[in-house]
């Protein structure tokens, strides 16, 4: 099933499903230098742990953009029901677990 949001389709939250059970999903995000993660849904509150930060911005699908910078090993929450994208604009890789609570 295709995920849609007012007519969009919407990409995936990361690029693969690393673990997963009943309670948790945990995703494996990477963005090289320049890269965009899709727009996406998060349906679920979650966890993002940088393993390796980066400065990064989302993009909210209303076009408002909010700088996000993660610093290695930051943690940060967020509640459910965002729909945007995130790109990085810095100059090092950003790789980062994020942790869906179902």
Known sequence: MTDVFDGTEL???GQEIVYENDRVRVW?????PGERQPLHRHDHPYLVVAIEGAKNVVQTVDGTLIDA????????????????????VGDT??????VELK
């Open 11 to 13: 990409g995936p939250v």
């Open 28 to 32: 494996h995000i990477r963005l090289e």
């Open 69 to 88: 910078d993660e610093p290695t090993g930051g943690v940060v929450y967020r509640d459910p029901g965002a729909v945007h994208m995130l790109t990085n």
């Open 93 to 98: 890789t950003y790789l980062a677990r994020l």
